[in-house]
Each structure stands twice: as structure tokens, then as C-alpha cells.
């Protein structure tokens, strides 16, 4: 024990209050362990650091050899330079015990005890650990970020991705009257659906969500297109920041839902009632075309138009739909309705006269096998059309 005890600065030269004060001071430094290792290893081994360090520059007058002074000198050296290393670790550790919210274990003190960095770049390094320590703003679906690099028209586009590769896309969910088809004439609200497609997303980013389905029969992508990046899939959001549902609420669409991509097929049937009522778009104007107006001579009055009076929006497979229309007195109107197969030839699409009153009625049996979407109703008589649409479900 005496031999042990010479080691021990303060126990050498056997002077009471000495080893009395010695005693004290390393109780104290053993009491520190609760403060942390670090900081007990510190005090600790100060004394012995100081008395060795004293030591190695006499060691010639008390008559010791070099490595003899040198080794404990190393010993007590390397205990504070490991008290110092470990210091940063117990501080983290701290920090994260006092707050358990913080499970990433980052903190600000960190950041700012060994990170000295100028003042600009400091205030980022703040931002960033305090966006890190908070839950990530991540859109709630999966978006892809591109530009559109020309229209085709109201429905469709084409888009650009970072390479350079160039894709055509069609909107789903939604239809605009037809401008390009070479088949057709330019359908009413064709031209002003397409300008306004143009007007708002020509040259600009976009975000692209999918559904099921990645391409359609003729390899144009499908997509819902974002005006910028949702955050969260509140209606509100769907209204404001989805490109498909603007068209819809604004009259310039019919919802038009094609198995399997229906994950928004709800919002665009009540979006397309909402505009239906608030005579949005082509809701509120004759569904006469603007683009090919009929021929009115002096010797015949101006045609009139095609009103919807009724009509069954939405019909189950294998049950009867009927639409109903105010037209003109003693005019002969024809039917047509066109499903993904062709026109259909179910008994009660005929052409039939108006009345007195100039009220014209269909009903008709939706077939058991057809395929659940949005189908146009062509009515035409007396040089005007009408063009309305009734969805086909399960």
C-alpha cells in the first residue's frame, strides 16, 4: 500500500493536511462521475498530469532515469487527452436524454460548439438541423417533375423530361371537346378548352402523379397533372393544384373514368355537378358549335336550340338510362350513343318527333357487359346539336 501510495501526488511526502486535501480533492473528482466520465477522468488525472509533467523537467536532480519520468508523464497525458475526446460524445448524450422528442439525437449546441463556420454559412447550418429535427414536408403522393414542351389540344400534351426525352400525354379522368380528331368536326368549346390549356400550362414545370395504368391503346402516358406539388389530399387541394380537376370545375372537361385509374373518379363527378350548376364553361352557353354556325337565310328564321330538360347521369350496367329534351315543335330528332365499343343499338335510340310542347324522351337498356366509364348522348335535329354525357358503372 505504501509503495502504491508513492505514486499518488499529495500521498508522497506523508504530510498530513496534504494527504488530507489530496483526499478531498479526489472524492470530489470520484463525486463527478455523475456530472459524466469525461469530466471525473478529467480531474482525475489533472494532479497526476501536473506532478509528472514537474517531474520529467527535474529528472536528472531526483536521480531517475528518463523513462521512468517519462512513462507515468504519457500515462496521465493520454488520460486527459481521452477525457477531452469522449467529452463531446457525453454532451450529446445529454442533450438527448433531456429531450426524448428528439430521437435523431441532433441538436443545435453541436452544430455550434464544433462547427466554426462563418456567419452566412452557420445560419444555413442552423436551418438545416432544425428542419432535420422536424418532420420531413414531403408531398403526400408520388410526383415526378417535368416541363410541357407543346399542346396538342384541352386534353392532351407533350412533355419534356431533364434528359431531353419527349412523351405525349393524355389528362385522366377528364375529356374536352374534340378539335384534332380528322374524323370529327371541331366539337363546341373544342377551341376554347384547348386555348385555355395553352394559356396555362404551355412552357411550364408541372408535377405528374400516376394511377394504374402508365400508357393507354395509342402509348400516350396517363397522368393526373399538378400545378405544384399538393400538401395534403384535401378536396381543397385537389381543386387548386390538379390541372384535371380545374378543367372539370371549370367547364371546360366532362369527367370521363376509365377502369382501373379511378382514384380520383369521385372528386371529378361532383366537380363536373358543380359546374354543371354554376353554368361554368360549356354548362352555361348553347351547345350550338361556334365553330360551324348553320346557314340562316332571309326567307327562314334563326334555328333554335337543344335544351337539356333531364337526363339519368348515372346509370348501373344492365339498367335503363333516359335522357329528355326541349326541342322544337314537330322536328325529328335523332340519338346516339357512343360506348368504348361503338354506337350502341339498343332498342329505344330511334328518331323520334317532338310534340306540341317541343318535348322529346329516350329510355334505353344499358348492356350487362358494357364497359363502366363516361359516355357522350349526341342529340341533333333541325341543324342544331346536343352533346351531353351519362357515366356507366358496375
Request: aromatic content about 12%; cysteine-free.
Given at each position: ?11 508522497r ?14 472524492v ?6 455523475f ?11 489533472l494532479?497526476?498530469l ?13 536521480g ?5 519520468a ?5 500515462l ?9 475526446a ?19 439525437g ?12 462563418p ?6 447550418s442552423e ?28 386534353d ?19 375529356d ?11 366539337e ?22 400516376k ?18 406539388p399538393?400538401?395534403?389530399?384535401s ?6 393544384k ?12 366532362h369527367?370521363s ?25 360549356f ?48 322536328v325529328t ?9 361503338g354506337p350502341?343499338?339498343a332498342?329505344g ?35 342544331n346539336?346536343l ?5 356507366v358503372?358496375?
Amino acid at each position: 500500500m505504501k509503495k502504491f501510495l508513492m505514486f499518488i501526488p499529495g500521498f508522497r511526502s506523508k504530510v498530513i493536511w496534504k494527504m488530507a486535501l489530496s483526499s478531498v480533492y479526489y472524492v470530489f473528482s470520484a463525486l463527478m462521475l455523475f456530472s459524466g466520465l469525461s469530466v471525473s477522468l478529467f480531474f482525475l488525472s489533472l494532479p497526476f498530469l501536473l506532478f509528472y509533467f514537474f517531474n520529467l523537467i527535474s529528472y536528472k536532480k531526483k536521480g531517475i532515469t528518463l523513462s521512468m519520468a517519462l512513462s507515468p508523464f504519457i500515462l496521465s497525458l493520454t488520460a486527459i487527452i481521452i477525457s477531452m475526446a469522449i467529452a463531446p460524445a457525453s454532451q450529446q448524450n445529454k442533450i438527448t436524454n433531456q429531450n426524448p422528442s428528439n430521437k435523431s439525437g441532433k441538436s443545435d449546441i453541436v452544430v455550434e460548439r464544433h462547427s466554426p463556420i462563418p456567419n452566412a454559412a452557420k445560419a444555413t447550418s442552423e436551418r438545416k438541423t432544425a428542419l432535420d429535427a422536424t418532420p420531413s414536408q414531403k408531398p403526400p403522393v408520388s410526383l415526378q417533375k417535368v416541363m410541357v414542351s407543346r399542346f396538342v389540344d384541352g386534353d392532351t400534351i407533350y412533355i419534356k423530361y431533364e434528359n431531353g426525352e419527349e412523351k405525349k400525354l393524355r389528362f385522366i379522368g377528364v375529356d374536352t371537346p374534340e378539335t384534332k380528331d380528322p374524323r370529327k368536326e371541331v366539337e363546341y368549346y373544342g377551341k376554347e378548352a384547348s386555348d385555355y390549356t395553352h394559356s396555362r400550362l404551355n412552357n411550364k414545370s408541372v408535377y405528374l402523379e400516376k394511377d394504374v395504368s402508365d400508357t393507354d391503346q395509342y402509348n400516350r402516358l396517363l397522368r393526373y397533372v399538378w400545378l405544384e406539388p399538393p400538401t395534403s389530399m384535401s378536396e381543397s387541394e385537389i381543386k387548386s393544384k390538379m390541372f384535371n380537376s380545374i378543367l372539370v370545375l371549370n367547364g371546360y372537361a366532362h369527367a370521363s373514368t376509365y377502369p382501373p385509374d379511378v382514384k380520383y373518379s369521385k372528386y371529378f363527378a361532383q366537380f363536373q355537378e358543380e359546374a354543371r350548376t354554376a353554368g361554368k364553361g360549356f354548362w352555361g352557353t348553347s351547345l350550338q358549335s361556334p365553330t360551324k354556325a348553320p346557314e340562316v337565310t332571309p326567307s327562314k328564321a334563326p334555328q333554335s336550340s337543344i335544351k337539356q330538360v333531364a337526363i339519368a347521369d348515372t346509370v348501373r350496367r344492365g339498367q335503363y338510362a333516359s335522357i329528355k329534351i326541349q326541342g322544337k315543335a314537330g322536328v325529328t330528332y335523332n340519338i346516339i350513343v357512343t360506348y368504348k365499343s361503338g354506337p350502341s343499338t339498343a332498342e329505344g335510340l330511334v328518331s323520334k318527333a317532338a310534340g306540341n310542347d317541343g318535348i322529346v324522351s329516350w329510355t334505353w337498356k344499358v348492356g350487362s357487359k358494357t364497359t363502366p366509364g363516361m359516355y357522350p348522348i349526341t342529340i341533333s335535329g333541325d341543324g342544331n346539336t346536343l352533346t351531353t354525357y351519362f357515366t356507366v358503372t358496375k
